[in-house]
């Protein structure tokens, strides 16, 4: 089998996308998937992405994570399958689609490499001792720690992905800290089972629940630091609802190709 694909990154975070608008999306091979994102025996990616049609909006995104299986969604590989779907013609500089956990609408810049995308709404944020907990289309644990740079995220997102309270749906963990005039964020993702350079869901979470701690209203910018660049999430937040969310970031095309299977 012949599988033609493109690959978009979102901050770092990377992911496979293929064009399935030809055929209903039905009985996926999750391990072809798992061997497709591995980055020694396929292509290499933190996820894989279907586009498929619908009826009832521009396109439909399906994401798996690199593990295989049907993921959640996700931030940053919603803004990439955005400027994937511009690069077919689907689109122009707005659109609205369909994930797995609603619909979204996002805007596009002409050069097609930077995208606003809008997230859901959210209104319950818990606590797990001092870290925050809350689902932004996906679940996170949130934590502000110092000196994060030299933090191991891999440990310690890990064993907290994996305690007797997450272990069996898994969560994503982010650690933040705070600078002068930005939030650095990280995060261990569940599904890829390992930290990667950006985590869209993830850095929505982080700014609300800094907003929450800070006891912030309003409408409120917050630019974020990833290992794999910039990105800004924007939101109104009246102090029980969070509304008109945007996760706004780059989505660039890396390269195109084939793989035989």
């Not at 122009?92 to 606003?116: C, M, P, Q, R, S």
Request: charged share 20%.
């Amino acid at each position: 089998m012949n599988i033609s694909f493109y690959k978009y990154q979102g901050a770092g975070n990377d992911f496979i996308v293929i064009d399935h608008r030809d055929a209903p999306l039905q009985n996926i091979d999750n391990a072809l998937v798992a061997r497709l994102c591995d980055r020694r025996f396929g292509i290499g990616a933190d996820g894989l992405m279907f586009l498929t049609t619908h009826p009832d909006y521009d396109f439909e995104m399906h994401y798996y994570n690199a593990d295989g299986n049907v993921g959640t969604m996700c931030g940053n590989g919603g803004r990439c399958i955005v400027a994937f779907a511009k690069h077919l013609g689907i689109i122009k500089n707005e659109t609205n689609f369909l994930a797995v956990d609603g619909a979204h609408y996002a805007k596009i810049t002409e050069e097609g490499n930077w995208v606003a995308l809008q997230m859901i709404n959210v209104e319950q944020i818990a606590n797990d001792e001092d870290a925050f907990v809350l689902n932004t289309g996906s679940p996170h644990y949130v934590k502000e720690v110092k000196n994060l740079e030299a933090l191991d995220v891999y440990k310690h997102g890990y064993e907290i992905r994996n305690n007797h309270t997450y272990k069996v749906n898994g969560i994503n963990v982010n650690f933040v800290e705070k600078r002068p005039n930005h939030l650095f964020v990280r995060t261990f993702e569940r599904g890829v089972e390992d930290e990667t350079y950006a985590c869209g869901t993830g850095v929505t979470a982080v700014a609300m629940a800094m907003a929450k701690k800070d006891n912030r209203i309003g409408h409120i910018e917050t630019p974020i630091q990833v290992l794999g660049g910039n990105l800004e999430i924007k939101f109104n937040y009246d102090g029980q609802v969070f509304t008109d969310v945007f996760l706004c970031g780059p989505a660039e095309k890396v390269f195109e190709g084939n793989m035989v299977v």
